[in-house]
């Protein structure tokens, strides 16, 4: 174990959302994709993907801690990340004591907040590793698909949570808790604009994306889910517009991350992303500083201008300010 998981939180457990429209959100995680899961609590509504990875959503009530969005009327409400070692889970409890009130709950989680005062939680995951079987493809010279159509994706089903992206006053303040207190690893950065960072030494290229908001204060931009190909993104989206939810942005491909995507708007206050073939990184991964160019956003995508050197799409609502960029 190394210092830079002393605390092994190995990725993200769960996202609670408070809404105005309970219904209407309920409606969108079903069609996303997600699996509906009796909470025993008829406030709650849960849902899983495939690896347990749960999204939690109960109605606004702003005069209530635990149903009040972090900004606005609906949107985040607590991020849980998911600890693979009880030791762990205690040592989080006795650092993050030392300087802010942290509640245990029945089962064992640590409730607090972060340093811009977003509130997480840390329990024992509840996630378990789904493997699925490879897509094979045909390259010239290396035929890998013989005698077998290619699978057909009539909708998606998200195999995990991936990350998350959160607009912050500035991006290196809001990752100094992150990096300092609870080791997370920068894998790459965006100009002045934002920092990626991954909870653990190996696995996902980033779990938390902050980026600099060109409205001030803290708002949650996008939760991001795996799927298991481009296919499946495409499938997935495809199916979503027809349902009728509009498209936030994609699809595409992310130049940082090198992921496939296609972001939805939701009714929780923030899009949501279908996910596929992002970096896995190690500890010899390199960090890259990018600059902010035109593509910076994605490599590949339809409806957004690129080459007349003016950033389009997301990238666009983000602040040119300088952050401090913490080594981790
Ligand atoms: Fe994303």
Request: hydrophobic share 35%.
């Amino acid at each position: 174990m190394t210092s830079a998981n002393r605390f092994t939180i190995d990725g993200v457990d769960r996202i609670k959302f408070a809404v105005e429209k309970l219904d209407d959100a309920c409606r969108f995680a079903t069609d996303w994709g997600l699996t509906r899961i009796d909470s025993g609590d008829a406030s709650s509504k849960l849902f899983r993907t495939a690896d347990g990875s749960e999204v939690e959503i109960v109605e606004t009530d702003l005069s209530v801690s635990g149903r009040r969005p972090i900004i606005n009327a609906s949107g985040l409400c607590e991020i849980t990340w998911g600890v693979t070692d009880p030791d762990g889970l205690a040592r989080l409890g006795d650092m993050l004591s030392k300087d802010r009130e942290v509640s245990v709950d029945a089962a064992g989680g640590l409730h607090t907040v972060d340093d811009l005062g977003i509130p997480i939680a840390f329990r024992m995951t509840r996630r378990h590793t789904v493997v699925l079987e490879p897509t094979r493809f045909n390259s010239p010279g290396r035929p890998d698909r013989i005698n077998s159509r290619a699978p057909r994706y009539e909708a998606a089903q998200p195999t995990e949570i991936s990350h998350m992206a959160i607009g912050v006053d500035n991006a290196g303040d809001a990752s100094r808790f992150y990096i300092e207190r609870l080791g997370f690893i920068v894998s790459d950065h965006y100009a002045n604009r934002g920092m990626f960072l991954r909870c653990a030494p190996r696995g996902n290229h980033h779990h938390l994306f902050f980026m600099n908001g060109k409205a001030p204060g803290t708002r949650f931009n996008h939760l991001a889910f795996k799927v298991r190909d481009i296919h499946e993104v495409i499938g997935g989206g495809q199916r979503l517009d027809g349902l009728g939810w509009k498209t936030f942005a994609g699809p595409g491909r992310h130049t940082v991350s090198s992921a496939c995507f296609w972001y939805f708007n939701t009714p929780l206050g923030c899009a949501w992303e279908y996910a596929a073939d992002e970096d896995i990184v190690t500890e010899t991964w390199e960090t890259k500083d990018f600059a902010a160019t035109a593509d910076i956003f994605s490599e590949w995508t339809f409806g957004l201008e690129k080459s007349d050197g003016r950033l389009r799409g997301p990238i666009a609502h983000s602040k040119d300010a300088p952050i401090e960029k913490t080594k981790s």
